[in-house]
């Protein structure tokens, strides 16, 4: 089956999809409307917010800083940021999503969304969960915020600063962490896609694509689960329009705030396994599995790196040898050293299965068949 009949059958309202193969891009499909308010088109260089997608750059930007000794993975997260009451969380615990902070307990203000610091301050006065290191579970919102005022207490700079001077500008890559009014203006703007019918419709946890547990189903439909307390705070949905609200897209929240396309998140994927990012060797270290098993907070079994996902029955489990990151709605990123494979795919009709959505993974699918 050809790779652009897939694209053309999952399009829905707007998508894009990237393939790099040994360095170069041999797959660049687009098509559909950016906004469906207006009929605006979904160009070559549309940008849109890639949800969870984020989270592997910014684990990218706290590696860079390791490399150059300024901090250990070992460092005592409180030894950076001394406010931070939870003894015993370092800096690997916050990438591999072992700190046991899924949730922050305090409602934040909307007044606050723009306010990093702020909203770390509210997580650094919380206890652990769990003991930091004995189990995992998806730090959907914390982790930016946790990894976040580490990268500002050390450097003084914001992951999305971090972004802009040592990934997108040397690369020459349209990924923004805190977007400018101009890229803005021309996003995507996602809606809603068609809504299940509920009597057939089963829950699904935000990273997987296939039917849930039976206890990840429960969880989704119980407001007071620690799934969804970990997706609820801060609230997207308090905003106007959501997600597409120009101060969330311009805050650059480190967990889910990267606007890019998917030609640019393909090239980023592509410059880290070519090493013109990382070192070979930091790359190396990162994508040994830290964390797999049952995820406390999907409650489905998940495996990460440092910062990156590992195949599991959430993400990419036909490819053994790949590693990068999913987000909401559909979103993907990934990449395949062993194969030279890099590629993206964003969209902006939201999937009722989330991140890995069917799109992603039939077409992810069917570049590997084809390789």
């Given at each position: 089956?050809?790779?652009?009949?897939?694209?053309?059958?999952?399009?829905?309202?707007?998508?894009?999809f990237?393939?790099?193969?040994?360095?170069e891009?041999?797959?660049?499909?687009?098509?559909?409307?950016?906004?469906?308010?207006?009929?605006?088109?979904?160009?070559?260089?549309?940008?849109?917010?890639?949800?969870?997608?984020?989270?592997?750059?910014?684990?990218?930007?706290?590696?860079?800083?390791?490399?150059?000794?300024?901090?250990?993975?070992?460092?005592?997260?409180?030894?950076?940021?001394?406010?931070?009451?939870?003894?015993?969380?370092?800096?690997?615990?916050l990438?591999?999503?072992?700190?046991?902070?899924?949730?922050?307990?305090?409602?934040?203000?909307?007044?606050?969304?723009?306010?990093?610091?702020?909203?770390?301050?509210?997580?650094?006065?919380?206890?652990?969960?769990?003991?930091?290191?004995?189990?995992?579970?998806?730090?959907?919102?914390?982790?930016?915020?946790?990894?976040?005022?580490?990268?500002?207490?050390?450097?003084?700079?914001s992951?999305?600063?971090?972004?802009?001077?040592?990934?997108?500008?040397?690369?020459?890559?349209d990924?923004?962490?805190?977007?400018?009014?101009?890229?803005?203006?021309?996003?995507?703007?996602?809606?809603?896609?068609?809504?299940?019918?509920?009597?057939?419709?089963?829950?699904?946890?935000?990273?997987?694509?296939?039917?849930?547990?039976?206890?990840?189903?429960?969880?989704?439909?119980?407001?007071?689960?620690?799934m969804?307390?970990?997706?609820?705070?801060?609230?997207?949905?308090?905003?106007?329009?959501?997600?597409?609200?120009?101060?969330?897209?311009?805050?650059?929240?480190?967990?889910?705030?990267?606007?890019?396309?998917?030609?640019?998140?393909?090239?980023?994927?592509?410059?880290?396994?070519?090493?013109?990012?990382?070192?070979?060797d930091?790359?190396?270290?990162a994508?040994?599995?830290?964390?797999?098993?049952?995820?406390?907070?999907?409650?489905?079994?998940?495996?990460?790196?440092?910062?990156?996902?590992?195949?599991?029955?959430?993400?990419?489990?036909?490819?053994?040898t790949?590693f990068?990151?999913?987000?909401?709605?559909?979103?993907?990123?990934?990449?395949?050293p062993?194969?030279?494979?890099?590629?993206?795919?964003?969209?902006?009709?939201?999937?009722?299965?989330?991140?890995?959505?069917?799109?992603?993974?039939?077409?992810?699918?069917?570049?590997?068949?084809?390789?």
């Amino acid at each position: 089956m050809r790779l652009d009949d897939v694209f053309a059958r999952h399009v829905g309202l707007g998508a894009a999809f990237a393939v790099h193969v040994e360095g170069e891009l041999v797959v660049d499909l687009w098509g559909g409307v950016a906004d469906r308010r207006t009929g605006r088109p979904w160009t070559a260089d549309t940008p849109v917010l890639s949800y969870s997608c984020t989270k592997a750059v910014t684990a990218t930007v706290a590696l860079l800083l390791v490399e150059r000794g300024l901090f250990e993975l070992a460092t005592p997260v409180a030894a950076l940021w001394p406010e931070f009451a939870a003894q015993g969380v370092t800096v690997e615990h916050l990438l591999t999503h072992q700190a046991g902070l899924p949730v922050i307990e305090e409602q934040v203000p909307v007044e606050e969304y723009g306010d990093q610091a702020a909203i770390a301050a509210r997580l650094a006065r919380q206890s652990p969960l769990w003991e930091p290191g004995s189990a995992h579970g998806y730090h959907a919102l914390t982790y930016g915020f946790l990894i976040g005022e580490v990268v500002r207490r050390v450097t003084g700079k914001s992951v999305g600063d971090l972004v802009a001077a040592e990934i997108a500008g040397p690369l020459g890559l349209d990924l923004w962490l805190g977007a400018p009014d101009d890229v803005i203006a021309r996003a995507a703007r996602l809606s809603a896609g068609p809504r299940p019918d509920p009597s057939r419709a089963r829950a699904t946890t935000p990273l997987v694509a296939a039917a849930p547990l039976s206890e990840a189903e429960e969880a989704a439909r119980d407001p007071y689960s620690l799934m969804n307390r970990a997706l609820g705070n801060p609230g997207v949905h308090r905003l106007k329009g959501g997600a597409n609200h120009p101060d969330l897209l311009r805050a650059g929240w480190p967990a889910m705030g990267l606007v890019t396309t998917a030609r640019a998140l393909s090239g980023f994927y592509r410059a880290l396994i070519a090493g013109e990012i990382l070192q070979p060797d930091t790359l190396r270290d990162a994508l040994r599995p830290r964390a797999a098993g049952r995820d406390r907070v999907l409650l489905v079994d998940t495996s990460f790196g440092l910062g990156f996902m590992l195949p599991s029955e959430g993400f990419a489990p036909f490819a053994l040898t790949a590693f990068g990151h999913a987000g909401m709605g559909g979103f993907l990123g990934l990449a395949d050293p062993a194969r030279g494979l890099a590629l993206a795919y964003t969209m902006n009709e939201m999937s009722a299965a989330f991140a890995g959505g069917t799109a992603a993974w039939e077409l992810t699918k069917a570049v590997y068949d084809a390789l």
